[in-house]
């Protein structure tokens, strides 16, 4: 274009916006047997969180294990063990608890690491806003139980993840917004890839992303050997990515590396540098969903 001298001027481009980073290290599902990579104990998912904030990461997805088992838990003790020495390092990082109704079902166990407060209390807390099937199990979010979730959290001051795994559940998120569970700004999970969900592609992704609610933010996952291909579309086209060995534990499509939650992130860092993506920063996302500034004041601003 020119400019009233007739001089000839360049636009410059508008550059992305920084690239969230949901770090989800754990998960359900991984264990020792599958991958050595998976950190179970409190100390070992506290060490892959330094290790990834060292990296550099946006924000955390907490998964708690039990220490004998091994097990999924929602003993809200674990989780604060696990936040309590996340924030000895990090004092801004946003951290998620999972509340997955995978393997628990009463709402009091599932809605326990809400209650922790302080220095402990987390900043979000994962939604997943239906019922659906996985390869071996279901995880079941009864339509009364997603509300009570909801309301537990805002009535907390914690903002919702809202995991979204199809189309259907972005609508029930802003039926959620109608009925006063859920305030924007939102910050989604797509999960695609999984057997019974949306698929990924770029037509289930586009849809998804175009019916996300006004003032959302978003991160892709993908599921198994999608997470890269998920992964990839998000920081060339502008969104967050989430990714971590709770989604896939392998390296490679053929499954012949397992990966360490290291692996993933130094991909993810060298695919956002080649695609001049910065890393976001928990303290601008933190302004962005207007969560309190952590370094001891945690959750949503009333």
């Known amino acids: 274009m020119n400019d009233s001298t007739g001089a000839e001027s360049i636009e410059m481009p508008i550059r992305p916006m920084d690239l969230i980073v949901n770090f ?3 998960g359900m599902i991984p264990t020792k047997e599958m991958t050595p990579h998976v950190p179970i104990s409190v100390e070992e998912i506290v060490a892959d969180v330094r290790r990834a904030v060292d990296i550099g990461i946006t924000m955390v997805h907490l998964h708690a294990r039990d220490a004998a088992t091994g097990e999924s838990t929602y003993k809200a003790e674990v989780y604060g063990e696990i936040i309590r020495g996340v924030r000895s390092f990090s004092e801004d990082l946003i951290i998620c608890v999972s ?11 599932r809605a326990e690491p809400l209650q922790l407060d302080g220095e402990l209390k987390p900043d979000m807390a994962s939604l997943t806003l239906s019922s659906l099937n996985f390869n071996r199990m279901a995880s079941i ?23 979204a795994f199809d189309a259907g559940m972005i609508n029930y998120a802003k039926y959620l917004e109608r009925k006063g569970f859920l305030e924007p700004p939102h910050y989604f999970n797509l999960l695609l890839g999984n057997i019974a969900c949306a698929q990924a592609d770029l037509l289930h992704t586009g849809v998804m992303i175009r019916d996300l609610p006004e003032n959302s933010f978003w991160s892709l996952a993908g599921i198994g050997n999608y997470q890269w291909m998920m992964n990839s579309l998000a920081v060339v086209s502008g969104g967050g990515v989430r990714v971590g060995l ?18 993933l992130l130094g991909r993810i860092h060298a695919l956002a540098e080649a695609s001049g993506r910065i890393v976001m920063s928990p303290g601008k996302l933190r302004k962005l969903l207007n969560l309190l500034p952590g370094h001891g004041k945690y959750g949503r601003v009333n």
């Open 246 to 263: 709770e989604d896939n534990i392998w390296f490679d499509a053929g499954r012949t590396k397992l990966a360490s939650n290291c692996d």
């Open 24 to 26: 989800a290290p754990t």
């Open 141 to 163: 979010n009864s339509p009364q139980m997603i509300q009570k979730l909801a309301g537990e959290m805002k009535r907390r001051g914690i903002l919702a993840e809202l995991e």
């Open 99 to 109: 509340l997955s109704g995978r393997s628990i079902k009463e709402f009091e166990k």
